[in-house]
T-cell receptor, first 114, second 115 residues
Framework: RKEVEQDPGPFNVPEGATVAFNCTYS??????FFWYRQDCRKEPKLLMS???SGNEDGRFTAQLNRASQYISLLIRDSKLSDSATYLC???????????????FGKGTHLIIQP | NAGVTQTPKFRILKIGQSMTLQCTQD?????MYWYRQDPGMGLKLIYY???????DKGEVPNGYNVSRSTTEDFPLRLELAAPSQTSVYFC??????????????FGSGTRLTVV
């Protein structure tokens, strides 16, 4: 069973379009939720945290539904520079261990076309 | 601050060879992690450490070993390299006094090919 599952990609959208990504997670005890961005051959970088109340950062809006174990990311007025892979990430206790850690989805590749 | 530094950036190994991937952080973070990322996949946790002298297995520890003799360093050892270990390896750290999931810093990765 996949712990964090994301929409399959790639998403090819024209510049200026709105694009939405969805993600589900299986561990109901997960504590915190994030979207990371990863550029080709680079390390993942935090894009934004995700809260039940919904949160917005410029053109980006993230939403968490704990009851459905569902996370979303909306990108408005997409730019060429938004082309990247977007990783859905949850933080939860590491099985059998005494600490917590991040669990990553496979990522969704976004290509913004001019 | 340099953050999290990984060396080498690239390496080609022959089957059966061994090597150590180095990871150093200068932020005095307690927690350190090793992840691997296969093509088209998310990152998977190999090993982690909550402080000097303490290490524990993650999701995919087989074929790897780690040590944490200092707060700064968390090397990952491959004893008998296999083609299945071809991957990109990321080291990460985070401080103890942050809400769970926050404050992670990732290194730029080591791209390893086993032939």
């Amino acid at each position: 069973r996949k712990e964090v599952e994301q929409d399959p990609g790639p998403f090819n959208v024209p510049e200026g379009a709105t694009v939405a990504f969805n993600c589900t997670y299986s561990n109901s005890a997960s504590q915190s939720f994030f979207w990371y961005r990863q550029d080709c051959r680079k390390e993942p970088k935090l894009l934004m945290s995700v809260y039940s109340s919904g949160n917005e950062d410029g053109r980006f809006t993230a939403q968490l539904n704990r009851a459905s174990q569902y996370i979303s990311l909306l990108i408005r007025d997409s730019k060429l520079s938004d082309s990247a892979t977007y990783l859905c990430v949850v933080n939860s206790a590491i099985s059998g261990g005494g600490a917590d850690g991040l669990t990553f989805g496979k990522g969704t590749h976004l290509i913004i076309q001019p | 601050n340099a953050g999290v530094t990984q060396t080498p950036k690239f390496r080609i190994l022959k089957i059966g060879q061994s090597m150590t991937l180095q990871c150093t952080q200068d932020m005095n973070h307690n927690y350190m992690y090793w992840y691997r990322q296969d093509p088209g996949m998310g990152l998977k946790l190999i090993y982690y450490s909550v402080g000097a002298g303490i290490t524990d297995k993650g999701e995919v520890p087989n074929g790897y070993n780690v040590s944490r003799s200092t707060t700064e360093d968390f090397p990952l050892r491959l004893e008998l390299a296999a083609p299945s270990q071809t991957s990109v390896y990321f080291c990460a750290s985070r401080p103890l006094n942050r809400v769970s999931g926050y404050g992670y810093t990732f290194g730029s990765g080591t791209r390893l090919t086993v032939v």
